[in-house]
């Protein structure tokens, strides 16, 4: 299984990016999926998570109202649109498959390397 993220960037504050995270190896449309981020001395923190039909969706409190989880299933792609961003949204932000919505992150069986965010202020 191959998860890989894009879109990453330096951005500044009041900006906005839209991630893109690729799933190859396992059958897309079977599983959850989960967008992540860890900064700098801060543990792994979870974004927001989709469901395997794109029906349910959350999302951290400090990003409610900014960003937007969606799936293309037809493309095997994940996306996190994200707005009005933060200089406290600077993190790598990782893609998670395979795991469950209401759960812990160590639910996800498959990750990706990694997109870096960065907003400057």
């Known amino acids: 299984v191959q998860v890989v993220e894009s879109g990453g960037g330096l951005v500044q504050a009041g900006e906005s990016l839209r991630l893109s995270c690729t799933v190859s190896?396992?059958?897309?449309?079977?599983?959850?999926m989960g967008w992540f981020r860890q900064a700098p001395g801060k543990e792994r923190e979870g974004v927001s998570c989709i469901t395997w039909t794109g029906r349910s969706t959350n999302y951290a409190d400090s990003v409610k109202g900014r960003f937007t989880i969606s799936r293309d299933n037809a493309k095997n792609t994940l996306y996190l649109q994200m707005n009005n961003l933060k200089p406290e949204d600077t993190a790598m932000y990782y893609c998670a498959a395979g795991g469950s919505c209401s759960g812990s992150p160590n639910t996800f069986a498959y990750w990706g390397q990694g997109t870096q965010v960065t907003v400057s202020s």
């Open positions: 190896g396992l059958t897309f449309t079977d599983v959850n």
